[in-house]
């Protein structure tokens, strides 16, 4: 429920209603910074900020929320899918009294590779269109 409260807030709301008054770009940081300030502690704010992007750029480019909720659930599902006995991951799946995050090297590969597709997605729907 919560990836999709936070997509139909963040991307349906926020994203398409700023995009109607001030643009795509000016929407798209917008949305994806209060989505990142929402995460808490900076680590987690980068992070969930650089996440909105991809959602955000996902919703813009579909018009509609339902794949970046159903993106949003399996990101959210991951560490019920990778248990602490099968890879211990501290800040994931590993519970702790503390605020644990993961480390940049397993969250900044995944999101620089989700950029890089979506990135390449639209170059080759606009190669597709010439």
């Not at 659930?73 to 248990?83: D, F, K, Q, S």
Request: glycine share 10%.
């Amino acid at each position: 429920l919560i990836p999709a409260g936070e997509e139909l807030l963040f991307r349906g709301l926020f994203l398409f209603g700023l995009e109607r008054r001030y643009g795509k770009g000016f929407a798209l940081l917008v949305s994806s910074s209060f989505f990142g300030i929402l995460h808490g502690a900076p680590t987690a704010a980068v992070y969930a900020t650089v996440a909105g992007l991809m959602l955000g750029a996902l919703a813009l480019r579909t018009r509609s929320v339902w794949p970046g909720i159903a993106l949003h659930g399996a990101i959210n599902a991951v560490p019920v899918l990778i248990p602490e006995r099968v890879w211990p991951i501290a800040g994931f799946n590993v519970p702790s009294e503390n605020v644990v995050h993961l480390s940049p090297w397993l969250v900044w590969p995944p999101l620089v590779l989700g950029l890089a597709l979506l990135a390449l997605a639209q170059r080759i729907e606009y190669a597709s269109r010439a």
